[in-house]
């Protein structure tokens, strides 16, 4: 779907799956304006196809966009792009639970200028692939690297934005976390390095025990990391676990010591691709420690199926969250 300053956001088109042309002169090439989403589709058990909460991926998009200078989307043109992109073809949805149709709608400037400012063109796209599981181990615990020589978004910066910049930026401590064996970068905050952020592609939870029952422990939306939906969604099927859940700061040492002492008894990473991921091991310059004996969690292994239930239409959606696209 193409977008014009002075005649905004015109007709789309539904087109076989192809390279695209740009013109060398695109202002997305030189300047960087790129945002995106990602969300799934999934086949329930009548053969019908549901997302999961488009409308929150697009009101996302929008934020991203009003961070970038891009123009912000209708939500219903967002949802119906999509939409028509599933339905042209049934089958793509696999049916296997924890299978799933990725979705990816991005949006990009095509202004050909060469002066640094907001473009003035955009086009709007939505491609999509079947997905499995994320890490290739399944849902065993991963370990992590914490990243202390990179930060991934300061105060005031693109942190809370999908954006493509932000990905490109990480990608240098994802490698460093690869060579040490860890399937993800866990991001501290830019100013202390201390408060621990999120992870590449992930939000991260920590799950307390207080006198036998869990909390459950995210990072504050500070503005500087990504307001996950699965994030959301964890918060809001805590409180129908009847477990306290709380957003507020934790700091790499305070997680470490909280693991010593017993009181804190899992983490977990969570996000559209990955659902939910045991956190194993935490790995640092200064060496490594596990968690539930790098096994995966009873608290983590019910969000993960309560979670992947809905998903799938096993379970009732009490939240309103799926969305019928065929
Ligand atoms: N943080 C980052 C940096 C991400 O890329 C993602 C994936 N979109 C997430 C968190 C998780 O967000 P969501 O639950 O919406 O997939």
Request: include cysteine.
């Amino acid at each position: 779907i193409p977008y014009a300053a002075d005649r905004g956001w015109l007709r789309g088109q539904l087109r076989p799956y192809a390279p695209i042309t740009l013109d060398p002169a695109a202002m997305v090439l030189h300047y960087g304006q790129a945002i995106f989403e990602g969300f799934k589709a999934y086949r329930q058990p009548d053969g019908r196809i549901k997302t999961f909460r488009p409308e929150a991926n697009a009101r996302r998009f929008n934020s991203s966009a009003r961070r970038l200078a891009m123009p912000e989307m209708p939500v219903d043109l967002f949802v119906g792009a999509v939409d028509a992109l599933i339905r042209q073809d049934r089958a793509w949805v696999p049916s296997p639970v924890g299978e799933s149709l990725y979705v990816r709608p991005l949006m990009f400037a095509t202004e050909v200028a060469l002066g640094v400012r907001a473009s003035r063109d955009y086009d709007f796209l939505v491609i999509a692939s079947p997905a499995g599981a994320y890490f290739p181990q399944g849902v065993k615990p991963v370990t992590v690297w914490i990243s202390e020589d990179f930060v991934r978004a300061a105060p005031g910066g693109t942190g809370a934005a999908k954006f493509a910049g932000n990905y490109a930026a990480s990608l240098l401590a994802q490698m460093n976390a690869a060579a040490e064996g860890c399937a993800q970068v866990v991001w501290l905050d830019a100013v202390q390095r201390s408060v621990v952020e999120e992870m590449g592609g992930m939000n991260i939870f920590f799950v307390y025990e207080e006198r036998g029952r869990p909390v459950i422990v995210t990072p504050e939306l500070t503005g500087t990391l990504l307001p996950g939906i699965t994030r959301d969604s964890i918060i809001q099927l805590a409180r129908d676990f009847g477990y306290a859940a709380e957003e507020r700061r934790v700091t790499f040492d305070e997680w470490r010591a909280a693991v010593r002492e017993g009181r804190m008894t899992e983490a977990f990473a969570c996000g559209t691709a990955a659902v939910i991921t045991p956190i194993g091991a935490v790995k640092s310059r200064e060496g490594t420690f596990s968690i539930h004996d790098n096994e995966t969690g009873p608290v983590a292994a019910r969000f993960r199926d309560a979670l992947l239930d809905i998903q799938h239409g096993l379970a009732p959606d009490r939240h309103g969250w799926m969305h019928d696209v065929v």
